[in-house]
C-alpha cells in the first residue's frame, strides 16, 4: 500500500508540478526544488523546463544530509 500510494502520489507531480511547497531545506532554493511527506516518507524533486526529477525519497526519521542537493 505505501509503494502505491507514493508512486501515485509522484505520478501526479507530473500533471501539478507546483503541487507542493518549496523544500525549505535546499539551500538558495530558486523554486524549482519542492517536496512532500507520505506515510512517513519524505519526496524531494526539482521541476525544471517541464522536467520533473526525483532527488531523494528518505523516510522522515532520517536527519537531511548537509550536501546541497
Do not use: C
Not at 22 to 40: L, P, S, V
Amino acid at each position: 500500500m505505501v509503494i502505491n500510494d507514493l508512486t501515485q502520489a509522484v505520478g501526479n507531480i507530473v500533471q501539478h508540478p507546483e503541487k507542493y511547497k518549496i523544500d525549505q531545506y535546499k539551500k538558495d532554493n530558486d523554486g524549482t526544488y519542492r517536496a512532500f511527506e507520505k506515510h512517513h516518507f519524505r519526496v524531494s524533486y526539482r521541476n525544471e523546463d517541464q522536467i520533473i526529477r526525483i532527488l531523494r525519497i528518505r523516510h522522515t526519521k532520517m536527519n537531511p544530509k548537509n550536501i546541497d542537493l
